[in-house]
């Protein structure tokens, strides 16, 4: 089994920062690329920012040059720090990967951490 875990969302005004952590453990065999992902009351999931196994990162329009992922896709962890937040930010985040598990790939969620931005 796979467990992602979130951490580091919460209140915060709007032009604030935050920074969010998410880390895999479990039976896992490989990993090849992690990301967050967010959705907010009313809508569809959406991307955010991924980071592959190499490094390579790629981001939503709506994010780029405000948030930065990083971390260490190999040591099963990875960071989201978020600044400049607007009140379009809020939402529930989720961590997600793509992970070998045996001999299977498969997508792991994690629970989620939710990032309210008030006006």
């Known amino acids: 089994q796979v467990q992602l875990v979130e951490s580091g969302g919460g209140l915060v005004q709007a032009g604030g920062s935050l920074r969010l952590s998410c880390v895999a453990s479990?039976?896992?065999?490989?990993?090849?690329?992690m990301g967050w992902y967010r959705q907010a009351p009313g809508k569809e999931r959406e991307l955010v920012a991924t980071?592959?196994?190499?490094?390579?990162?790629k981001y939503a329009d709506s994010v780029k040059g405000r948030f930065t992922i990083s971390g260490d896709v190999a040591k099963n962890t990875m960071y989201l720090q978020m600044n400049s937040l607007k009140a379009e930010d809020t939402a529930v985040y989720y961590c997600n990967a793509f992970v070998l598990v045996g001999d299977t790939w498969s997508r792991a969620w994690g629970q989620g951490t939710q990032v309210t931005v008030s006006a």
């Open positions: 479990g039976s896992i065999v490989r990993i090849n690329d």
């Open positions: 980071i592959m196994r190499s490094g390579s990162t």
